[in-house]
């Protein structure tokens, strides 16, 4: 699964551009144009990286980078700030509230590409590695193939993105909206109940005899990756 990066842009053809530029780039991107939809959206979801305009309808990047630095959930989440204002003592005060680079505009859209992937490696290196780890599980992305014990795991496509979305975050529980969201995507319906049959295929591709089960069912909340399995 591909690093996830919302842009906050309400100047639609800027929008359209990084977007263009990310996905060729990669990445999966989503874009909303309106601050106070932004902080409504990363309630449900975070994202591996945030680019933020600071001028926005409805609430103001500067004002939404403070309350997501506020919030345990997104309080590391990498912030790259978009702006006009090329003074220092704006630069600073964006830095100050909380965003981890500053972009002025007009800017290089190579030089943008560039210090995402810098920071997602700095941030998130999970998120861009090929090979995945968990306890004796490995996942290699660019193979598309999966291990345990170096016994192949037979695993169909959504049983793979599943396996890589939980291997992202050990430890993390996701619910079942979550994991639709974040394996099949927000513009595809499945029922939550495919969730279920979807971990139980995982489940028995991945253990074998007496091994431990990696998947860990919460009562009530959703499926995690054991984080006593990863360690």
Same mark, same amino acid.
């Given at each position: 699964?591909?690093?996830?990066?919302?842009?906050?842009?309400?100047?639609?053809?800027?929008?359209?551009?990084?977007?263009?530029?990310?996905?060729?780039?990669? %990445?999966?991107?989503?874009?909303?144009?309106?601050?106070?939809?932004?902080?409504?959206?990363?309630?449900?979801?975070?994202?591996?990286?945030?680019?933020?305009?600071?001028?926005?309808?409805?609430?103001?990047?500067?004002?939404?980078?403070?309350?997501?630095?506020?919030?345990?959930?997104?309080?590391?989440?990498?912030?790259?700030?978009?702006?006009?204002?090329?003074?220092?003592?704006?630069?600073?005060?964006?830095?100050?509230?909380?965003?981890?680079?500053?972009?002025?505009?007009?800017?290089?859209?190579? &030089?943008?590409?560039?210090?995402?992937?810098?920071?997602?490696?700095?941030?998130?290196?999970?998120?861009?590695?090929?090979?995945?780890?968990?306890?004796?599980?490995?996942?290699?992305?660019?193979?598309?193939?999966? %291990?345990?014990?170096?016994?192949?795991?037979?695993?169909?496509?959504? &049983?793979?993105?599943?396996? &890589?979305?939980?291997?992202?975050?050990?430890?993390?529980?996701?619910?079942?909206?979550?994991?639709?969201?974040?394996?099949?995507?927000?513009?595809?319906?499945?029922?939550?109940?495919?969730?279920?049959?979807?971990?139980?295929?995982?489940?028995?591709?991945?253990?074998?005899?007496? &091994?431990?089960?990696?998947?860990?069912?919460?009562?009530?909340?959703?499926?995690?990756?054991?984080?006593?399995?990863?360690?």
């Amino acid at each position: 699964m591909n690093p996830r990066i919302m842009v906050v842009e309400d100047e639609e053809p800027l929008a359209i551009l990084l977007r263009y530029n990310l996905e060729a780039e990669g %990445y999966e991107v989503e874009t909303i144009d309106r601050g106070d939809d932004a902080e409504l959206r990363l309630y449900e979801q975070v994202p591996d990286l945030l680019v933020l305009d600071w001028m926005l309808p409805g609430l103001s990047g500067i004002e939404l980078c403070r309350r997501l630095r506020l919030r345990p959930e997104t309080e590391r989440l990498p912030i790259i700030m978009l702006t006009a204002r090329g003074e220092e003592s704006e630069r600073v005060r964006g830095l100050t509230t909380g965003a981890d680079d500053y972009v002025v505009k007009p800017f290089s859209v190579p &030089e943008l590409m560039a210090r995402i992937k810098a920071m997602l490696r700095r941030a998130s290196p999970e998120v861009i590695s090929a090979v995945l780890k968990a306890g004796d599980i490995e996942l290699d992305r660019e193979a598309h193939r999966a %291990y345990r014990n170096g016994r192949e795991l037979k695993l169909g496509p959504t &049983e793979f993105r599943l396996l &890589e979305f939980f291997m992202r975050s050990p430890g993390r529980v996701f619910s079942r909206e979550q994991l639709l969201d974040g394996v099949w995507g927000r513009d595809i319906y499945v029922d939550e109940r495919t969730v279920d049959v979807h971990v139980g295929r995982l489940r028995k591709a991945v253990n074998r005899g007496r &091994e431990r089960d990696p998947i860990r069912t919460v009562r009530g909340a959703g499926y995690a990756l054991d984080d006593k399995f990863v360690n």
